[in-house]
């Protein structure tokens, strides 16, 4: 008996308290004979019209563990993408929590398996062998958790899943063995502390992420930034000065940009879900892709105005960069975005309706199958050259993936000093950039690389020139310096990332005139190199023609006569009426009438 009701009391949460933090507000009921704790299937819905300013708690919902697991086997490659929950739309939260759960498993995942052999967990519960991610994720919930039973079973909705309950129960169980083979791991790798434990760039990677700031474009296709600002007021946000430290849901307007919002880290949660994030009002993006479209637009555009000249995005991938082009170049210059995957097409065109981006045209093929002569390019002007990356430079991965989807997640999440897939990257940064020097038409380009590794970055320049020197175009690009405005607003010194950068072979004269962003707590890590076409007077076009003798015929062959009597050559006499000429363009008539008369004579 005494034991009977031991079990009751040790199952039974010991207080349930009243959460007035969350936005829904349920009955709790619990049931003695299931040991389940249930929701009443009706929960009062609370409007909630200003921000909340208590921190939530680390939750424990069954929905939350089995979507983490699922995303743990499509990190290790064990299954493709799977469809997204549906409680991701309703609840942001969450959502970051399924996420950081699926990323820091992956992290730990040597420790948990060792967690588990040494404390032979698998050998009593041969059942869970099926399910063995389900179990990895839930261990390390529990590890964070300091290996002690959570308060309750469910969060404040959501159903019971009996898997996810007998996996809890048997760990509960397995407490004790578990924290004290923990223990005994982190003495034997001399880790005094619990992050130790990871590689050293993963662990500089969570010690950067840590309050993240998030910035937020505001669109002004939709509204401009005096509306947006009084609203945020009046939902509770306070405005600072750039330097200010942060107080509880504040932000500030970026020095550098001026439709850029950067807010402070405890209201990533409900801007999420704001009303002006979901009208298209604010748009949430990385402060990297909106330096390099800025940059395009001043090299096209000097004045600052919109432009009607169109522009190229060569790899659309989220949108947010071919939007926020669109936005800078208005209603008459028109953005072709290029390469989207075959299932995303309708998701972009969505966005670009909420957006109001109309000028913004998809391209479904691949940047690199376009003709540089085909008719519908003769009005661009300016590409952003944007391949794929390894994306080692980007600190908070979770925000990341929250604002550019879940595909990402196996390249996010091995840690930037991941170098197997270089190779590919770099071949594809290469051809990419080539190709988008090739368009006759265009005066500026720009190369963005969301990466800290110089194989990427310098490297791919630097074989990029040296091409371009040894070329013969008469209207060649040229590596230009960044603009020093920018320079300043965005380089630092602080950045944990330094010594995982090997810079010894990057060569100074390409590294002076591109723009290299270490990441830092503040801000992710990116790469940017600008490229402009060169005026090239007719008479210089001439010059070079004659030196290589290109000219052919009767022509190059007077040309190079007239170089040899060059210094015997008397001046021509000016006849009266006549305006001075050039003697390049003298002495080319002049062969035109020699011809002229022998062919008459014969």
Request: charged share 25%; hydrophobic share 35%.
């Amino acid at each position: 008996m005494i034991s009977f009701i031991r079990g009751i009391f040790t199952n039974c949460p010991a207080k349930l308290e009243r959460r007035d933090q969350f936005q829904v507000r349920a009955e709790w009921s619990y049931d003695v004979t299931s040991t389940v704790l249930s929701i009443n299937p009706q929960p009062q819905f609370e409007e909630v019209n200003t921000i909340q300013r208590t921190k939530r708690l680390l939750p424990y919902n069954h929905r939350v563990m089995l979507a983490a697991s699922v995303y743990l086997e499509y990190i290790q490659g064990q299954r493709g993408l799977p469809p997204q929950p549906s409680y991701f739309k309703t609840d942001p939260y969450l959502m970051r929590q399924t996420y950081k759960l699926a990323l820091g498993t992956f992290h730990y995942i040597q420790v948990i398996d060792d967690l588990l052999l040494d404390t032979y967990f698998y050998s009593n519960y041969v059942q869970f062998r099926q399910c063995q991610s389900l179990v990895a994720v839930m261990l390390y919930n529990l590890k964070l958790l300091g290996f002690k039973a959570p308060r309750a079973y469910q969060c404040e909705f959501g159903e019971t899943v009996r898997e996810v309950q007998e996996v809890h129960e048997a760990l509960l169980r397995f407490k004790t063995k578990f924290h004290a083979a923990f223990a005994r791991c982190r003495i034997k790798c001399n880790a005094y502390q619990e992050d130790l434990l990871m590689s050293n760039d993963i662990r500089i990677r969570y010690r950067s992420c840590v309050n993240t700031p998030r910035h937020i474009r505001v669109n002004t296709l939709r509204r401009n930034k005096d509306q947006v600002i009084m609203t945020l007021e009046n939902r509770g946000y306070t405005k600072i000065a750039p330097l200010e430290p942060w107080t509880p849901f504040s932000f500030y307007c970026d020095p550098l940009i001026e439709q850029l919002l950067v807010f402070s880290p405890d209201s990533k949660d409900d801007l999420t879900n704001f009303g002006l994030v979901q009208d298209g009002s604010l748009q949430l993006q990385d402060k990297s892709t909106v330096v390099a479209a800025s940059i395009l637009h001043n090299l096209i555009s000097p004045a600052g105005s919109s432009s009607n000249d169109d522009v190229i995005v060569t790899d659309i991938g989220t949108g947010n960069a071919a939007c926020y082009l669109a936005a800078l170049q208005g209603k008459e210059g028109s953005v072709l975005a290029f390469g989207p995957q075959p299932d995303a097409t309708e998701k972009l065109l969505a966005k670009s309706d909420t957006l109001n981006a109309s000028n913004v045209h998809i391209v479904n093929e691949p940047f690199l199958q376009s003709s540089c002569k085909d008719k519908i390019f003769k009005g661009v002007r300016g590409i952003i050259c944007n391949p794929p990356s390894s994306l080692s430079g980007v600190v908070d991965i979770v925000e990341l993936v929250v604002e550019e989807g879940e595909k990402i997640l196996p390249a996010v999440a091995k840690g930037p000093c991941d170098t197997a897939q270089l190779p590919k990257y770099v071949t594809a940064q290469y051809l990419t950039l080539k190709h988008a020097l090739s368009f006759p038409k265009v005066t500026s380009v720009v190369y963005f690389t969301r990466s800290i590794h110089p194989q990427e970055s310098e490297h791919v320049i630097r074989k990029v020139v040296d091409e371009l020197n040894e070329s013969s175009d008469d209207s060649p690009f040229r590596l230009v310096p960044v603009d020093s405005a920018v320079r300043e607003s965005v380089l630092t010194n602080d950045s944990f990332y330094q010594p995982l950068v090997n810079m010894k072979n990057v060569p100074p004269d390409i590294s002076s005139k591109c723009l290299r962003v270490m990441p830092t707590a503040e801000l992710s890590g990116f790469f940017v190199a600008t490229f402009q076409r060169m005026v090239v007077k007719s008479s210089t076009i001439l010059e070079r023609a004659m030196e290589k003798g290109t000219l052919g015929g009767d022509l190059g062959k007077a040309s190079a006569n007239a170089k040899k009597h060059k210094k015997n050559k008397k001046p021509a006499k000016k006849l009266k009426g006549e305006t001075a000429m050039d003697p390049t363009t003298a002495s080319m008539i002049k062969v035109r009438g020699k011809s002229r008369k022998s062919a008459k004579r014969k």
